[in-house]
């Protein structure tokens, strides 16, 4: 048999082939998807006009950074009227209505508006009559107003607001540039009653800045300007009301002015001798209230550097004194009063920075209120004294006379650095103010200036001199 060699078979993968459409079948699925991707976009365009047609509501927003409130308040008889126009954003957690293009819906927005001034002003505006408390006033009227809307400036005019006819539906007004026109009043049991206003409206904003116009019974016009929230107004303060308010101001400033009270422990320290500790407070006392009148009476430099300069020279007198606490011989501790009372001429400078913005509310009683002022600041620097002195002496007696030193060295130790640090972020800040430094032009008001510096100066060195005079007489112990 016969055999026949066979040849190798190669085998090939089989290829599946797709069978493609006709032109004309791929133009039509191409056209049925761009008509299924145009009928969704339809769909889309119409759900989103028609959200955009219903009416919406304002949602709750933040609170605002800035807020300027204006206000009227006027005693007649047994009637006061406060007068309110503030921005309606400060109007928090109140759905208003808007329109499709976002404006206020004024027929749907009016009827909120007076439980808004119910809820955010007039719960918040306390009144005194002859020191009872009134309750809330009553709210007779609120109304929008225009940003350009110039019916505030004066107490006529905004009181005929509340008598003009509301806006027109054909103006949009945009949310957050509406302002809400606000007519509060309270009845008084009797006409004639000490008033005492409590306004609170700090809430309505991160910053609020309030400006009031108190009107008197003879129609003058006191406007106050503040932020925050004011304790309490007098709408006519009498003489005792500035020497309570101010006397309490004076008192709870030196009380919360830490640096003022660590000055006054570095003098008296180390001070042994009760003749030195009296000389050395009363030339603390005279020159701050030296400062501190001049100030309030417009004799202090008005340029925005003066109050960081004042402050870092504060704070840098602390750390004079901590540091001549350590290293200076205990025996030459016992004299500075003049170091007390050149440093005092700073330190009045500084207490008036607090109280520059409170004079407005002693009414027409400025001498008294500064005079209060400085009393409270002597109240409460007695009151530190009365609680350092006992213990500094039962340290001193704890510790025995050859330790002594050692304990105004550690007390000053540990002063100082807390100092420093205040002395070196002080300094920052009057960086700041180093554009504002240059030549002074030499006119009238430089030649003023110089008159009001040269007439402090002689002020200050003749109260020196007398102090120095009188300090000469009492006889030493």
Known sequence: MTCVPT??????????????????ERSAARLRLVAGALSALAGAIMALAALVAVPRSLPAHEIPQRVAVLGFVRAEGTRVDVLLRVPLEAMRDVDFPL?????????RVRPLLGDAAQQWLADYLGLEADGAALGAPRVLGARLALPSDRGFES?????????????GDAVALPWQQALLDVRLEYTLPVAGARLVLLPALAHLGIRTTSVLHVIDAKGKDRVLIYEGNPARIALEPRWY?????FTAEGFRHILGGIDHLLFVLCLVLPVRRWRSLVAIVTAFTLAHSLTLGAAALGLAPSAGWFPPLVEMLIAASIVWLAIENIVLPAERLEGRWMMAFGFGLIHGFGFSFALADRLQFAGGHLLMALGSFNLGVELGQLLVLAIALPLLGWLHRHVGAERERLLTIVGSAIVAPTAWHWMTGRFATLGEYRGSFGWPVLDATFALGLLRVGLLAALALALALALRQILRTVPRP
């Open 155 to 167: 107490f006529g005019s905004a009181r005929a607001q509340f008598d003009l006819p509301e806006l």
């Open 99 to 107: 329109r499709p293009d976002g404006s206020l819906d004024f027929v």
């Open 241 to 245: 009301d500035a020497v309570r308010q």
């Open 7 to 24: 040849r190798p078979m190669l085998y090939l993968p089989a290829v599946t082939h797709q069978i493609r459409p006709a032109p004309a």
